[in-house]
């Protein structure tokens, strides 16, 4: 007796003894004895594409079906669209396509937390705290950059430390909901 079990994209053929069948109809919920002989292969194959072959093929096709062609259509001219590239409404993360806006919204949030810190703080303390707190230059280079020749550079770096923390108290009472 021959079943066809479908696995993946293909199909793969079992010949059973009637041993196996027996064991195999118990399987799939059916008594092959009372079953007349000529009608037990389909019966079984019947039972077999029930239980085993559609579930497979459904968990098969639902994982595979968006796996190809876009649904993009010709415009108004009649003309193709490029279809190598799927729609936005096909891809799981769409943010590629709105990679733009992005980048500006998170500039646009960048500038008005600066410009927010520059209103709080002094001139020269607002832009120390922004390098060092939300651009995360290291104090040691942000102190050599602006050190001037002749200035102990660990002095520098205890005085504008000491700063920081004063301003980030400020910035804390002027927006308590934050901590810095």
Not at 106 to 122: F, G, P, T
Not at 129 to 156: C, H, M, Q, W
């Amino acid at each position: 007796m021959k079943v066809v079990i479908r696995y993946e994209t293909e199909r793969v053929t079992f010949n059973l003894s009637e041993e196996e069948a027996r064991q195999m109809g118990c399987c799939v919920n059916i008594d092959l004895e009372s079953i007349p002989e000529d009608e037990r292969e389909s019966k079984l194959q019947e039972a077999c594409d029930e239980h085993f072959n559609r579930p497979d093929y459904n968990n098969w096709h639902k994982y595979w079906r968006h796996q190809g062609e876009s649904k993009a259509q010709p415009d108004d001219e009649g003309e193709e669209l490029e279809s190598s590239e799927p729609l936005m409404s096909e891809v799981a993360d769409d943010r590629i396509f709105k990679k733009d806006m992005i980048e500006r919204e998170r500039k646009e949030s960048y500038e008005a937390v600066c410009q927010w810190i520059r209103n709080i703080l002094k001139p020269g303390v607002a832009e120390a705290f922004i390098a060092v707190k939300i651009d995360k230059v290291p104090i040691r280079k942000y102190v050599t950059e602006n050190a001037k020749p002749g200035d102990d550079i660990s002095k520098l770096e205890n005085n504008l430390s000491k700063k920081l923390t004063r301003a980030a108290e400020k910035l804390a009472v002027a927006y308590p909901e934050r901590s810095f």
